[in-house]
């Protein structure tokens, strides 16, 4: 399943970012080596490779950056004036236009299908994790037990720093937003991902995960989120499904004393 970004994710973006952009100045460098001995199309071919690697590996803004990076260095090794940004040439000037725009498009191609297979992948995680839940419910399972497995389904889901479960009537943080039944978050606000997908901004006192049994709340998980966390749509249903398992348990083993 995927996690939310946090800090060191972040600094990982960077790290890929970067590294997108200098693959085609290095990869560029070292075929020098053989320029004159190669056909410039084949150094085309190499250096577009290297802009689907980058989209691949770190995403769409990696590939473009890629992509930019990589013509400019068919330009500067491999162009007449070398060692220059300059072209004299009309088909070097055709060729290194050609490599932006192939870089460009199959960075994004790349991007998408990394895109997708997250996607397919963190779908089939949740599932996973619903089925897990369910079965305990369905074995009878104490409601103490299902609440503990819920709460490690949850940190995992959203990376989270804490969660916990209060049994209702609750007497604290009552103004806490509120994650709804259809993935909506009260007091919510939109940001976009690294990977281009669009996630809640989690306020920083965390959100509250109700959970209800026969119509009626009974409880509800407090997630409290690392600085700067979010939560893709897909998290917040999987969350839903995993709160209403523990509901089924409510409604047949009551909330232990403790929780109460």
Not at 120 to 146: F, P
Not at 170 to 184: S, W
Not at 197 to 202: A, M, N, T, Y
């Amino acid at each position: 399943m995927q996690r939310i970004p946090s800090s060191s994710t972040g600094a990982g973006n960077a790290v890929e970012f970067a590294l997108g952009g200098l693959a085609p100045i290095a990869v560029g460098a070292a075929l020098v080596a053989i320029r004159g001995h190669v056909d410039a199309a084949n150094i085309a071919l190499v250096l577009g490779l290297v802009v689907v690697a980058s989209g691949a590996y770190g995403g769409r803004a990696a590939g473009m950056v890629a992509a930019l990076t990589a013509a400019a260095s068919y330009d500067f090794f491999f162009t007449k004036p070398y060692l220059s940004l300059l072209i004299h040439d009309a088909d070097d000037v055709e060729m290194t236009i050609l490599l932006l725009v192939i870089g460009l498009l199959s960075g994004q191609l790349a991007w998408r299908a990394r895109v997708v297979a997250r996607q397919r992948d963190g779908g089939r995680g949740g599932l996973d994790r619903i089925r897990r839940l369910a079965d305990q419910v369905a074995q009878g399972h104490e409601s103490a037990d299902v609440i503990a497995a819920a709460r490690a389904e949850l940190v995992e889901v959203f990376d989270l720093v804490d969660c916990r479960f209060e049994a209702a009537p609750f007497q604290e943080r009552l103004d806490l937003p509120q994650l709804e039944r259809n993935g909506v978050v009260s007091q919510r606000r939109f940001r976009m991902r690294p990977g281009g997908e669009l996630e809640v901004e989690i306020p920083a006192g965390g959100i509250a995960l109700p959970v209800l049994s026969r119509g009626q709340i009974v409880g509800r998980f407090i997630l409290d989120f690392r600085p700067d966390g979010g939560a893709t749509l897909e998290q917040r249903v999987v969350a839903v499904a995993l709160a209403d398992q523990v509901g089924a348990s409510l409604a047949v083993y009551p909330a232990p004393a403790g929780l109460r």
